[in-house]
T-cell receptor, first 111, second 112 residues
Framework: NAGVTQTPKFQVLKTGQSMTLQCAQD?????MSWYRQDPGMGLRLIHY???????DQGEVPNGYNVSRSTTEDFPLRLLSAAPSQTSVYFC??????????FGQGTRLTVV | AQSVTQPDIHITVSEGASLELRCNYS??????LFWYVQSPGQGLQLLLK??????LVQGIKGFEAEFKRSQSSFNLRKPSVHWSDAAEYFC??????????FGPGTSLSVIP
C-alpha cells in the first residue's frame, strides 16, 4: 500500500515563484491536512479538509491555497513564494477522529 | 484558543532508565489526545491515542500515557528506554471539526 504520497521530496524556489506540492492518499480517508514543520515550533496546521469539496484554514494559512476536488488528492499551492515559507511540509490523512497517516515530507527552500 | 505545550525542549536519558515526557493542553472539552514519534528525516508515526475510557493507555514500542483531566495533561512514559527510542516526540490534540494541533515537540537523546 502506498499510503500518503508527497511529491516532490525536495524543492528550491526563487522568491516570487509559485508551485504546487502534491499529496495523494489511497486509503479512502475523508480527512486530509497540510502541516509545516519548523525547528522548535512543532507542526503547524496550514489547511485541512474534511471531505471532497470542503476545505478550511488552520493555524498558518496565509500564503497558501488548497482545493479538494477528489477524495484522493489534496494539493497545496504557494502563490508567491517567500523565504519565510522555507520549511518541511507534511501532508496527512485520517479516517474520522483516528490515527493520522503522514507522508514523508517535502523539504522546500525559498531563496 | 486551543494549544498544546511540551515544557521540555530536549531530554537526555541513559539507556535502561525510565522516561516521562510532559504534555499539557488547553481545550474547553475533553479532547482526543495523541502522541507521535518522528525519527530523523522521517514522517510521524502514532505511538498511542486517548479517546475516552481508561485514562491509562498503552501504545506501541512499550510506551504508555496517562490522561489527567484535572491537570489537562497527557504525559508519555516508558519504564526502560532503548537507544532506538532517540527521536522527536510530539503530543497532539484533536479539537472540533477534526483539527489536530501539535505541540512543539521534545527531542530525546539516549546515552548508551
Amino acid at each position: 500500500n502506498a499510503g500518503v504520497t508527497q511529491t516532490p521530496k525536495f524543492q528550491v524556489l526563487k522568491t516570487g515563484q509559485s508551485m504546487t506540492l502534491q499529496c495523494a492518499q489511497d486509503m479512502n480517508h475523508e480527512y486530509m491536512s497540510w502541516y509545516r514543520q519548523d525547528p522548535g515550533m512543532g507542526l503547524r496546521l496550514i489547511h485541512y479538509s474534511v471531505g471532497a469539496g470542503i476545505t478550511d484554514q488552520g493555524e498558518v494559512p496565509n500564503g497558501y491555497n488548497v482545493s479538494r476536488s477528489t477524495t484522493e488528492d489534496f494539493p497545496l499551492r504557494l502563490l508567491s513564494a517567500a523565504p519565510s515559507q522555507t520549511s518541511v511540509y507534511f501532508c496527512a490523512s485520517s479516517p474520522t477522529s483516528s490515527e493520522a497517516f503522514f507522508g514523508q515530507g517535502t523539504r522546500l527552500t525559498v531563496v | 484558543a486551543q494549544s498544546v505545550t511540551q515544557p521540555d525542549i530536549h531530554i537526555t536519558v541513559s539507556e535502561g532508565a525510565s522516561l516521562e515526557l510532559r504534555c499539557n493542553y488547553s481545550y474547553g472539552a475533553t479532547p482526543y489526545l495523541f502522541w507521535y514519534v518522528q525519527s530523523p528525516g522521517q514522517g510521524l508515526q502514532l505511538l498511542l491515542k486517548y479517546f475516552s475510557g481508561d485514562t491509562l493507555v498503552q501504545g506501541i514500542k512499550g510506551f504508555e500515557a496517562e490522561f489527567k483531566r484535572s491537570q489537562s495533561s497527557f504525559n508519555l512514559r516508558k519504564p526502560s528506554v532503548h537507544w532506538s527510542d532517540a527521536a522527536e516526540y510530539f503530543c497532539a490534540v484533536e479539537t472540533s471539526y477534526d483539527k489536530v494541533i501539535f505541540g512543539p515537540g521534545t527531542s530525546l537523546s539516549v546515552i548508551p
